[in-house]
């Protein structure tokens, strides 16, 4: 689990002042620059096309100009040449196979869907506060400060709790976790598998990822035990591994998918929030309680070459970055008990800045993959003045917004969406379905990537060939993304999580 909304944001407004002048205006000042970096990025990332225009007038021209004559000494001079053409042509044709043969396949995500829990179990502010004052378990302090994180949390009134957690006393026990495990898997898949019309027999993987809960059986094969999955099926249950696990979950089915060809995988996230809610007084240990409720979320890949003219995105990068090396990191979020030996997960007051180091990490990896030559280009010459010459030059900050249309942030709390907001120079916009996703639906963990997706979906916003970046946090600590590309204009799929909320949305969250 990752808890990074502890901290608040501080709002405030900065005013500036323009004065009149008669002289002529400062260029740098009224010509928006944004526009004039844009016209660099395409003129770089189509410098190739530019050099190679001149080339082809010239050819078009030489040919243009040739007749019968030429032609029939053109194919005299091939014909006398015919074993080396052959031996070119053999060569070619090898390459080629081998390319086929070797590359990649392709994953397809056909379709996914996300659980929403029944209005009955809503938890609004002043149910929180009644029931956790009811429960004789903190004292006036632990309340106050759960009441405080809640208001500054970016969290509103319609989040979810399990059935448990709404009993007076709450009921932790086994029969309820698995309980609130199987009506949120349930489902997301019921759901999920209505919607794409897949008959469960034809899945080939399945896997599941839950942090804290994991039971005997596991949770996989609960659900090859509800829907009678196929006996030679490939399952794996992930625990442990916090909100970036929905990424490693589809980084793991992408490599199974280019072993096993022509199949199905199903990509299961959730946590479990009834038996990991803590009765303690241990600040740290709170934060969790404020933060996290019920989600979870199913997603359907295909490696079947008949699935790109039905799937939503193809699967583009992965991109997954570990800092458990360092002790630091490693302990930042931390499952324990207290003093009291009661057990909950404790947050390191260095978590933004564990969190912000993985961040780096992680975009140093993938930025060369995704950002055009022209971003490239700048944060290499800026590095190279500042090695060189040991100039107090500014680090460069690649504009991720020329290689992305769409950011989904795990909506793990307010301040990671905030930092990650000011340091990767988003606009409102662009973290908007995060915020909107915390307000809604809280955190829910290894699923809110997949929440936010859902309502650029339901907001209309999604086009052929967006590129969508999806980046998580998670205990270990782990910074993991994906990027995946919209094979159409994509409409969001019958029962989703925003269905009936979505024109209520965005709403303005104060500070």
């Not at 990027?483 to 029962?495: C, D, I, R, T, Y």
Request: hydrophobic letters at 40%; proline letters at 4%.
């Amino acid at each position: 689990m990752n808890q990074g909304g502890v901290a608040t944001a501080n709002g405030g407004s900065v005013g500036v002042q323009i004065q009149r002048s008669p002289r002529l205006p400062d260029f740098l000042q009224s010509v928006n620059l944004k526009y004039v970096k844009l016209g660099y990025h395409y003129l770089i990332s189509n410098l190739l096309t530019l050099c190679f225009i001149p080339l082809i007038a010239v050819i078009s021209i030489e040919v243009s100009q040739m007749n019968i004559n030429d032609l029939h000494q053109l194919w005299v001079h091939l014909k006398f040449n015919l074993v080396s053409i052959t031996i070119c042509s053999a060569i070619l044709v090898f390459g080629l196979t081998v390319y086929v043969m070797t590359r990649p396949r392709p994953v397809y995500l056909v379709d996914y869907s996300c659980y929403r829990a029944a209005d009955h179990l809503k938890a609004s502010y002043a149910r929180f506060m009644k029931h956790s004052r009811l429960t004789g378990d903190f004292d006036e302090s632990s309340l106050e400060f759960q009441r405080k994180i809640l208001e500054r949390s970016g969290l509103g009134q319609e989040t979810y709790f399990p059935k448990a957690m709404h009993d007076i006393p709450p009921t932790p026990s086994m029969a309820a976790a698995r309980e609130e495990a199987e009506e949120v898997m349930f489902g997301a898949l019921d759901i999920l598998l209505k919607n794409t019309n897949v008959n469960p027999k034809d899945i080939g993987i399945l896997v599941v990822n839950c942090s804290l809960f994991n039971p005997t059986p596991s949770l996989s094969a609960m659900i090859v035990n509800k829907y009678k999955l196929r006996g030679n099926i490939r399952s794996y249950n992930l625990g442990g591994m916090g909100c970036s696990a929905g990424v490693i979950a589809v980084d793991l089915a992408k490599d199974l998918l280019q072993v096993h060809r022509n199949t199905y995988a199903v990509v299961l996230s959730t946590e479990n929030i009834t038996q990991n809610w803590y009765f303690g007084n241990n600040k740290s240990m709170l934060i969790p309680n404020c933060l996290f409720r019920v989600g979870g979320s199913a997603l359907l890949l295909s490696n079947k070459s008949k699935d790109s003219q039905r799937a939503k995105y193809k699967l583009i990068h992965v991109v997954r970055t570990h800092r458990g090396a360092d002790d630091k990191a490693f302990r930042c979020v931390y499952q324990e008990q207290d003093d009291a030996g009661k057990t909950g997960v404790s947050l390191s007051k260095d978590l933004m800045a564990i969190a912000g180091v993985a961040l780096k990490t992680n975009i140093t990896t993938l930025g060369p993959l995704v950002l055009p030559i022209s971003e490239q280009l700048l944060f290499f010459s800026t590095l190279l003045v500042k090695k060189l010459f040991n100039a107090t030059v500014k680090p460069y900050i690649p504009d991720f917004k020329l290689a992305f249309d769409h950011f989904c942030i795990h909506a793990g709390g307010r301040a990671v969406i905030d930092e990650l907001e000011k340091n990767l120079q988003l606009l409102p916009i662009h973290v908007e379905a995060s915020r909107m996703t915390l307000h809604r639906f809280g955190n829910t963990s290894s699923s809110s990537i997949w929440y936010e997706l859902s309502y650029i979906e339901a907001k209309g916003r999604m086009r052929k060939r967006n590129r969508v970046w999806q980046i998580a946090f998670g205990s270990g600590f782990k910074c993991n993304s994906a990027v995946w590309e919209a094979l159409g204009n994509v409409k969001p799929s019958s029962n989703g999580p925003w269905e009936d909320c979505i024109d209520n949305y965005p709403v303005k969250i104060s500070t």
